[in-house]
């Protein structure tokens, strides 16, 4: 099936219910959890139902944060120089939104 990659950053205590709300549209998209400690997701789309995610997607950033990325191209893990033990990389994880 031929589907359009895009991927977001949740706060990773929210993935659930982003799943959830997605699956709830049974054939909208497709949602695989790329890194659970970052709260990366990756949606797969079909590409006829691209302005329906896309009202979606608005529709979920009024309730909390969704932010849009790049595919992710860094390991999860580095090895530090000099060191030879994997640390995990920590970067910037959204906070939910207060309603409004």
Request: charge should be negative; proline fraction near 11%.
């Amino acid at each position: 099936m031929n589907t359009v990659q895009r991927y977001f950053r949740v706060n990773p205590q929210e993935m659930a219910y982003v799943k959830f709300i997605v699956d709830a549209y049974e054939g909208l998209a497709v949602l695989r959890t790329v890194d659970p400690e970052e709260g990366i997701v990756e949606w797969m789309i079909p590409p006829d139902l691209m302005e329906e995610v896309e009202e979606l997607i608005d529709s979920l950033q009024g309730e909390i944060a969704i932010v849009p990325m790049s595919p992710p191209r860094e390991p999860r893990f580095m090895i530090l120089p000099g060191k030879g033990k994997p640390s995990k990389r920590k970067d910037f994880i959204p906070e939910r939104r207060d309603s409004v």
